[in-house]
Nanobody
Framework: QVQLVESGGGLVQPGGSLRLSCEAS????????MGWYRQAPGKQRELVAS???????NYADSVKGRFTISRDNAKNTVYLQMNSLKPEDTAVYYC?????????WGQGTQVTVSS
């Protein structure tokens, strides 16, 4: 069983930055596609960014140029660097690990962008 533990959320002013981290247990991390999703109140969960096992990345249009996803296979950790944050980035952010038909989720971390 894979466990994902997110950290790094919090309250930040508009224009500020945060870095989210997600550490995975087990031995399949390096083979897995990792993603960050978010869910705002009253909205569906949406993909923010993803990174494949060979480090190809994909971003939602709303975060392109502001967010960067990266991974460190030696630490079983995926990161989301978020810059130029906007109030509309406020949401619970979830880490996802996907390998073939297996899909695992973290517990979520709150990001609030407000002055």
């Amino acid at each position: 069983q894979v466990q994902l533990v997110e950290s790094g959320g919090g309250l930040v002013q508009p224009g500020g930055s945060l870095r989210l981290s997600c550490e995975a247990s087990g031995s399949i991390f390096s083979f897995s596609r990792m993603g960050w999703y978010r869910q705002a109140p009253g909205k569906q969960r949406e993909l923010v960014a993803s990174i494949t096992s060979d480090s190809s990345t994909n971003y939602a249009d709303s975060v392109k140029g502001r967010f960067t996803i990266s991974r460190d296979n030696a630490k079983n950790t995926v990161y989301l660097q978020m810059n130029s944050l906007k109030p509309e980035d406020t949401a619970v952010y979830y880490c996802n690990l996907r390998l073939r038909r297996a899909d695992y989720w973290g517990q979520g971390t709150q990001v609030t962008v407000s002055s």
